[in-house]
């Protein structure tokens, strides 16, 4: 691929390799949702924002009632590694009540900022509530979050990309890329 920036270790996707699965997925979900009345994709800022646009655009509803909403959350304590207690920024604009929900993350690691946003999101009563997740760190695990739709499981390196940061860099880059460790460690 042209164009690799210089800090980015390997490729791990490609944008066609991203395009793909995303379609694939955006597939899946138009299958299952083909009967619901009101639909909610929920993206988590920032980090999903490129995923929930490529992701929408890939599923076809026209008979159900589909709209957007966001949320930006951070969880306390170290940055290195979540404590897994969510604070809201930004909370989404519309109630989710009686609707179908779709909470779009772009990765998870340990899998306890999902976890415990689910938790929240479920005591507003929506009608159903699933996960779509583009990254799994599946070694990183330590709680067990249902993920209804995932587009790739990844080993234990740091991503970057596709609207991944590294301390609010690199998110504008097309692919999803590898961090070079001297890029975070001497940070
Ligand atoms: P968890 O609570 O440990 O699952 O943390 C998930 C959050 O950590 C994600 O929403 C990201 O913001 C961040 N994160 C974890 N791994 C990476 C990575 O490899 N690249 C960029 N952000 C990451
Ligand atoms: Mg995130």
């Keep these: 691929m042209a164009n690799i920036h210089p800090n980015v270790k390997q490729v791990l996707y490609t944008e066609d390799d991203i395009k793909q699965r995303v379609a694939q997925m ?13 639909l909610v994709f929920i993206g988590i800022l920032k980090g999903s924002f490129m995923f929930m646009s ?29 404590s897994g207690v969510v604070k809201i920024n930004m909370d ?7 609707k179908d929900v779709i909470v779009v993350e772009d990765i998870i ?11 929240m ?8 509530i699933n996960t779509c997740v583009l ?9 067990d979050v249902p993920i209804k ?12 990309g596709y609207g991944l940061d590294f301390a609010e860099r690199y998110r504008e ?7 070079k460790e001297e890029c975070y460690k001497t940070a």
Excluded: C, Q, W
């Design 26 to 38: 955006g597939k899946m979900i138009e299958a299952d949702y083909k009967d619901s009345k009101e």
């Design 54 to 82: 490529d992701l929408v655009r890939s599923v076809h509803l026209p008979n159900t009632l589909v709209s957007l909403d966001f949320m930006s959350i951070s969880s306390y304590g170290h940055s290195t590694s979540s």
């Design 92 to 98: 989404l604009k519309e109630s989710i009540e009686g």
């Design 109 to 119: 690691d340990s899998g306890l900022t999902l976890k415990h946003l689910l938790g």
């Design 121 to 128: 999101l479920h005591d507003r009563l929506p009608r159903s």
């Design 135 to 143: 990254l799994r760190k599946k070694e990183g695990l330590k709680t």
């Design 149 to 160: 739709y995932l587009g790739f499981d990844i080993p234990m390196v740091f991503i970057i």
């Design 173 to 179: 880059i097309p692919y999803l890329g590898e961090l």
